[in-house]
């Protein structure tokens, strides 16, 4: 029932489960819940029944291990128990009597619950205290919470139940009002990182602190995962680990390398940006990846940008964020935007893309070439020979930029820039306006190969969405004419060849009934079929069949 007795692989133990902390001095973080089992002890007043909430790998399973032993530990109770005496040791090993662990989510019936309640009935055989830790307990069945509810209810003395779940929201109130609930936080990346720093010197592992702040960043507050990430970094390299090698090892990005990419956009250089983005590219990482760090970064540098206190919403330390802010330092929030939609685009674009790595390029010479891009109000203002309202983003001399032959004299302006009145942060971003051009549209080649071969299918193809999902083809049909579907569905071999031509990819076609109202925005309007289109339609068995059914004579709506 212990994990650890069990993981233990050929005396290789996982480093997650070697470092757990096994006293309360030990635990990273989690000092409000440390305080209070602590004083529980030393007061002596434990209670019944305690709930540890929190996400996966914040320490709720070693915390409820650690109160345990200092619970039972022959020379306690004490918050400082000793590890080596037998009932410690025997709660260490999971082969305590006294001690029972439960997992929630594989003992999750009434006969575990009935199992437990017939183990109750006994005085604790050599520990203080009987103590029974179910973890993910929101995993039982609503009949095991009623029997469990019960003995909630009238806990036999000496005993003490440990409960820890991943989703409080799940447990019903009753539960949560007789237990003494304790939130476990997520730990910070210093927390982390400072963990991370003790395991390296004690098992003399070679890694930069850049690569250790890495790990620490990508595991989101979860020691587990971090050390899981380290493990796996260890295991791999001989050499001294680095930001690179991470990179490569768990496909991890360093930041420093996807803010070097946005830094070259900030500073309209299109050379170096295409040039950082092939370093990373070329470095093994796949355009997917580079594209989600761009959007974590941009999204952090907007929050750096706008936000009075980004250190309360990004887990960053002072050097990050100033190195943040001074990369946006002259770029106003509504670039950034513009930015992020660029991105955004680029992203459904190079889903489909045969090629994705020239979608993030032009995205790229977009973001940075942005300025080029007059905004229509300005150049509305322009042809009416007027002055602009207000002063306009300046190009930089290294970007070209169209100029009208009747514009003004425009004022040099220094420093921050300020957006022109039509691309501030709420306007639709002018350069990013246009949609995928229809030459790369998957959607446009499918429909145009099957043209060639059944006119038919192809006019209902055109009724449809088209739309990629994790990997898979999307396909939307009126919801009123599910025909449209069977008759896709008898075709599927032919879509899903032609999707792979168009795409280069295997993807697997799914129906979708699709609400008329989405359709209507989405759809195109294509002009009336031709004729030996409607000639080939009328001579189809389903129309003739309904023809028949409803004793009439087939034709075109427009036709009458
Ligand atoms: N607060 C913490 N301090 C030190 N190590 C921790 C902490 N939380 C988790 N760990 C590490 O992660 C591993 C799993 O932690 P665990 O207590 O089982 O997490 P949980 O039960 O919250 O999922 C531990 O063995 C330990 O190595
Ligand atoms: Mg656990
Ligand atoms: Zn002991």
Same mark, same amino acid.
């Given at each position: 029932?212990?994990?650890?007795?069990?993981?233990?692989?050929?005396?290789?133990?996982?480093?997650?489960?070697?470092?757990?902390?096994?006293?309360?001095?030990?635990?990273?973080?989690?000092?409000?819940?440390?305080?209070?089992?602590?004083?529980?002890?030393? &007061?002596?007043?434990?209670?019944?029944?305690?709930?540890?909430?929190?996400?996966?790998?914040?320490?709720? /399973?070693?915390?409820?291990?650690?109160?345990?032993?200092?619970?039972?530990?022959?020379?306690?109770?004490?918050?400082?128990? =000793?590890?080596?005496?037998?009932? =410690?040791?025997?709660?260490?090993?999971?082969?305590?009597?006294?001690?029972?662990?439960?997992?929630?989510?594989?003992?999750?019936?009434?006969?575990?619950?009935?199992?437990?309640?017939?183990?109750?009935?006994?005085?604790?055989?050599?520990?203080?205290?009987?103590?029974?830790?179910?973890?993910?307990?929101?995993? &039982?069945?609503?009949?095991?919470?009623?029997?469990?509810?019960?003995? &909630?209810?009238?806990?036999?003395?000496?005993?003490?139940?440990?409960?820890?779940? /991943?989703?409080?929201?799940?447990?019903?109130?009753?539960?949560? $009002?007789?237990?003494?609930?304790?939130?476990?936080?997520?730990?910070?990346?210093?927390?982390?990182?400072?963990?991370?720093?003790?395991?390296?010197?004690?098992?003399?592992?070679? #890694?930069?602190?850049?690569?250790?702040?890495?790990?620490?960043?990508?595991?989101?507050?979860?020691?587990?995962?971090?050390?899981?990430?380290?493990?796996?970094?260890?295991?791999? +390299?001989?050499?001294?680990?680095?930001?690179?090698?991470?990179?490569?090892?768990?496909?991890?990005?360093?930041?420093?390398?996807?803010?070097?990419?946005?830094?070259?956009?900030?500073?309209?250089?299109?050379?170096?940006?295409?040039?950082?983005?092939?370093?990373?590219?070329?470095?093994?990482?796949?355009?997917?990846?580079?594209?989600?760090?761009?959007?974590?970064?941009?999204?952090?540098?907007?929050?750096?940008?706008? $936000?009075?206190?980004?250190?309360?919403?990004? @887990?960053? /330390?002072?050097? +990050?964020?100033?190195?943040?802010?001074?990369?946006?330092?002259?770029?106003?929030?509504?670039?950034?935007?513009?930015?992020?939609?660029?991105?955004?685009?680029?992203? $459904?674009?190079? +889903?489909?893309?045969?090629?994705?790595?020239?979608?993030?390029?032009?995205?790229?010479?977009?973001?940075?070439?942005?300025?080029?891009?007059?905004?229509?109000?300005?150049?509305?203002?322009?042809?009416?020979?007027?002055?602009?309202?207000?002063?306009?983003?300046?190009?930089?001399?290294?970007?070209?930029?169209?100029?009208?032959?009747?514009?003004?004299?425009?004022?040099?302006?220094?420093?921050?820039?300020?957006?022109?009145?039509?691309?501030?942060?709420?306007?639709?971003?002018?350069?990013?306006?246009?949609?995928?051009?229809?030459?790369?549209?998957?959607?446009?080649?499918?429909?145009?190969? #099957? @043209?060639? @071969?059944?006119?038919?299918?192809?006019?209902?193809?055109?009724?449809?969405?088209?739309?990629?999902?994790?990997?898979?083809?999307?396909?939307?049909?009126?919801?009123?004419?599910?025909?449209?579907?069977?008759?896709?569905?008898?075709?599927? +071999?032919?879509?899903?060849?032609?999707?792979?031509?168009?795409?280069?990819?295997?993807?697997?076609?799914?129906?979708?009934?699709?609400?008329?109202?989405?359709? @209507?925005?989405?759809?195109?309007?294509?002009?009336?079929?031709?004729?030996?289109?409607?000639?080939?339609?009328?001579?189809?068995? #389903?129309?003739?069949?309904?023809?028949?059914?409803?004793?009439?004579?087939?034709?075109?709506?427009?036709?009458?």
């Amino acid at each position: 029932m212990m994990e650890d007795a069990d993981k233990k692989k050929g005396g290789y133990q996982v480093m997650a489960l070697k470092w757990r902390p096994s006293t309360f001095a030990e635990v990273v973080g989690q000092q409000h819940i440390v305080r209070s089992l602590s004083n529980a002890i030393k &007061l002596n007043r434990i209670a019944g029944a305690y709930l540890f909430c929190g996400t996966r790998g914040v320490g709720k /399973t070693s915390m409820a291990r650690i109160f345990s032993r200092s619970i039972n530990c022959e020379s306690g109770p004490t918050t400082t128990p =000793c590890g080596k005496c037998r009932n =410690c040791a025997e709660i260490a090993d999971g082969n305590s009597m006294d001690v029972v662990e439960i997992d929630g989510a594989s003992n999750n019936g009434v006969d575990n619950i009935r199992e437990i309640r017939d183990h109750l009935q006994y005085a604790p055989v050599k520990c203080r205290m009987k103590i029974y830790i179910i973890d993910e307990v929101h995993m &039982l069945s609503p009949a095991a919470f009623n029997a469990f509810l019960k003995t &909630l209810e009238e806990p036999p003395p000496h005993t003490v139940f440990i409960m820890a779940t /991943t989703e409080q929201s799940k447990l019903p109130d009753t539960v949560l $009002s007789r237990c003494q609930v304790f939130e476990f936080r997520a730990l910070s990346d210093q927390e982390i990182a400072g963990r991370l720093q003790k395991i390296i010197d004690s098992d003399g592992i070679r #890694i930069t602190p850049g690569a250790v702040m890495m790990i620490a960043r990508r595991a989101e507050g979860s020691m587990r995962d971090a050390q899981s990430l380290l493990d796996q970094a260890a295991s791999y +390299a001989a050499e001294s680990i680095d930001e690179e090698l991470l990179g490569m090892v768990l496909g991890l990005v360093s930041r420093e390398k996807i803010w070097a990419v946005l830094g070259a956009v900030t500073r309209k250089e299109v050379d170096g940006t295409l040039h950082q983005l092939h370093d990373l590219y070329y470095a093994g990482f796949e355009v997917g990846v580079i594209l989600r760090e761009l959007f974590e970064a941009v999204r952090a540098l907007t929050i750096v940008k706008v $936000s009075n206190a980004p250190e309360k919403i990004l @887990k960053e /330390t002072g050097d +990050a964020l100033a190195a943040m802010k001074q990369l946006v330092e002259g770029v106003t929030p509504g670039r950034l935007q513009q930015y992020y939609d660029i991105l955004l685009r680029a992203k $459904s674009q190079a +889903a489909t893309a045969g090629n994705p790595l020239s979608v993030l390029e032009m995205a790229l010479i977009k973001m940075v070439r942005l300025d080029d891009v007059i905004p229509v109000a300005e150049l509305v203002e322009r042809l009416k020979g007027m002055p602009a309202a207000a002063p306009q983003p300046q190009a930089s001399a290294a970007a070209p930029r169209f100029v009208p032959p009747s514009a003004p004299p425009r004022p040099a302006t220094s420093g921050a820039r300020q957006p022109a009145p039509s691309q501030n942060y709420d306007a639709p971003p002018p350069a990013a306006a246009p949609a995928a051009p229809a030459a790369g549209d998957p959607w446009e080649a499918v429909r145009a190969v #099957i @043209k060639e @071969k059944k006119p038919l299918l192809a006019a209902s193809l055109d009724k449809m969405v088209f739309s990629m999902e994790a990997g898979r083809a999307v396909l939307g049909y009126p919801e009123d004419q599910s025909f449209i579907r069977d008759q896709c569905e008898q075709n599927r +071999a032919l879509i899903e060849e032609a999707l792979q031509a168009a795409t280069g990819r295997r993807l697997a076609v799914v129906f979708n009934a699709a609400p008329k109202a989405m359709l @209507k925005e989405t759809q195109v309007k294509k002009p009336a079929m031709d004729t030996a289109m409607r000639r080939q339609m009328l001579n189809e068995p #389903i129309i003739q069949k309904a023809v028949d059914l409803f004793d009439g004579t087939p034709g075109f709506e427009e036709e009458r």
